[in-house]
């Protein structure tokens, strides 16, 4: 079992930044890719970005320009660094891996979420 533990959601203004954290223990063989959903109420979870092991990144088009996803992949963390931030960009936001084991099973694991809320 590979478990993800998330910090840095919080409550900010329209326009200003947080930094969400995550970072990945437990019995890890390789991790492939880690990242960010989000959750807003009443709406599906949608991949915000995420970063390969490799260090190669993609975005929802929502938030290209204004977040920046970073990590380290020896160390199985991955950072979220939310700039401009929107009253839209509200949510739940989850930190997930994509981990593969020894015989090539494949598992997506999740954390448990951390809230972001930007008043208006």
């Known amino acids: 079992q590979v478990q993800l533990v998330e910090s840095g959601g919080g409550l900010v203004q329209t326009g200003g930044s947080l930094r969400l954290s995550c970072a990945a223990s437990?019995?890890?063989?390789?991790?492939?890719?880690m990242g960010w959903y989000r959750q807003a109420p009443g709406k599906q979870r949608e991949l915000v970005a995420v970063?390969?092991?490799?260090?190669?990144?993609n975005f929802v088009d929502s938030v290209k320009g204004r977040f920046i996803i970073s990590g380290d992949s020896a160390k199985n963390t991955v950072y979220l660094q939310m700039n401009s931030l929107k009253p839209e960009d509200t949510a739940v936001y989850y930190c997930?891996?994509?981990?593969?084991?020894?015989?090539?099973?494949?598992?997506?694991?999740w954390g448990k979420g951390t809230l972001v809320t930007v008043s208006s």
């Open positions: 970063r390969s092991s490799g260090g190669s990144t």
């Open positions: 437990g019995s890890i063989f390789r991790i492939n890719a």
């Open positions: 997930f891996a994509d981990h593969s084991s020894r015989d090539y099973a494949t598992t997506k694991y």
